[in-house]
């Protein structure tokens, strides 16, 4: 982790600098490091020695002197263990409001608090595939209408507007998060042709039938969330669902980042319960998010309906 902060270009983007999680280092296996400009993140899932923070914190402040000679160093540390999470301004502030960028688009986050911070890292390339999925649909009649599940503060909602989807339904349980999505969506400019649902998925499918047929249907939900998802359980009532939902020729992208999990568990279900819809590609995660195992690391499977029969 020391070699990644001291080697470490400039970053721009939000995003990951070191990915202990991937189990590529053992030792380091409890640590992540994450940029939201102006603040480094510095997560960990097992307790940090007070002298270890110290060490970390001095090669960050070195590294940062070296990148951004006389701008002050903003860091923040998380530890989050046996079920809590603590956080802690180390040196310098965060931002209020903090927004950060990626692809030149804007995104609000918090860094200071809760274990979600409004941007997830790990799916930068599920955002780019949607843009370019988009934009290659932009003529009048190619235009599609995109469903957001689990939208949380709707980054791929705001992505898709800027690539020029026709209007995109955004469902999340959690109004806050969707509140933040509208902030989103406002500071790009794309706030219209756009709903934010704060709906329970399985009991609003009256609502999102209604805003259908789809040429792009996102799905990306948390693994396990008590009361809300549990994958093991609900990913099948889900996919069960999507040949109804889906125009001809509409695509899913289905998100599971869960590692005991591996993609067997979406194709199998895809293979069982929506046969009619075509496997076409496992998009690869960002080189920052590198895994020991590929069954581990996050999936982000592409399918695809039949055409329009003639």
């Known amino acids: 982790m020391l070699s990644a902060i001291a080697s470490m270009p400039l970053p721009g983007d939000?995003?990951?600098?070191?990915?202990?999680?991937?189990?590529?280092?053992?030792?380091?296996?409890?640590?992540?490091?994450d940029f939201f400009a102006p603040v480094w993140l510095l997560t960990s899932f097992q307790p940090v020695a007070e002298d270890d923070l110290a060490v970390i914190g001095s090669a960050l402040a070195q590294r940062w002197e070296q990148l951004a000679p006389g701008e002050p160093l903003h860091w923040v540390f998380q530890c989050r263990h046996e079920g809590q999470s603590h956080t802690q301004v180390m040196a310098g502030t965060?931002?209020?409001?903090?927004?950060?960028?990626?692809?030149?688009?804007?995104?609000?986050?918090?860094?200071?608090?809760?274990?979600?911070?409004?941007?997830?890292?790990?799916m930068a390339q599920g955002?780019?595939?949607?843009?370019?999925?988009?934009?290659?649909?932009?003529e009048p009649r190619s235009r599609v209408r995109v469903l957001n599940l689990f939208a949380y503060t709707c980054a791929f909602s705001?992505?898709?507007?800027?690539?020029?989807?026709?209007?995109?339904?955004?469902?999340?349980?959690?109004?806050?998060?969707?509140?933040?999505?509208?902030?989103n969506h406002r500071a790009n400019g794309v706030l219209s042709d756009v709903s934010f649902l704060?709906?329970?998925?399985?009991?609003?499918?009256?609502?999102?039938?209604?805003?259908?047929?789809?040429?792009?249907i996102i799905i990306d939900p948390p693994s396990y969330q008590k009361g809300s998802f549990v994958a093991t359980k609900d990913y099948a009532r889900l996919i069960k669902r999507l040949p109804d939902l889906l125009a001809p020729d509409g695509h899913v992208l289905l998100c599971l980042n869960a590692p005991e999990l591996g993609p067997a568990f979406l194709k199998d279900a895809m293979g069982a319960l929506a046969p009619e819809l075509a496997f076409v590609e496992r998009?690869?995660?960002?080189?920052?998010?590198?895994?020991?195992?590929?069954?581990?690391?996050?999936?982000?499977l592409v399918y695809k309906a039949p055409p329009r029969s003639q």
Request: proline residues 6%; glycine residues 8%.
């Open 198 to 216: 704060p709906h329970d998925l399985f009991a609003s499918w009256g609502k999102v039938t209604r805003g259908g047929p789809y040429g792009l």
């Open 14 to 33: 939000a995003q990951r600098i070191f990915h202990g999680r991937g189990a590529l280092h053992p030792d380091c296996a409890h640590l992540s490091l």
């Open 158 to 183: 705001v992505v898709a507007r800027l690539a020029g989807a026709r209007h995109v339904t955004n469902l999340d349980m959690s109004k806050p998060a969707l509140a933040i999505g509208q902030q």
């Open 283 to 300: 998009l690869a995660n960002p080189p920052a998010f590198a895994d020991v195992s590929e069954e581990r690391s996050l999936k982000a």
């Open 94 to 122: 965060v931002p209020d409001p903090h927004w950060v960028t990626e692809a030149g688009v804007r995104y609000r986050v918090n860094v200071a608090k809760g274990q979600n911070h409004g941007l997830f890292l790990d």
């Open 127 to 138: 955002r780019r595939w949607v843009h370019a999925f988009l934009a290659a649909r932009t």
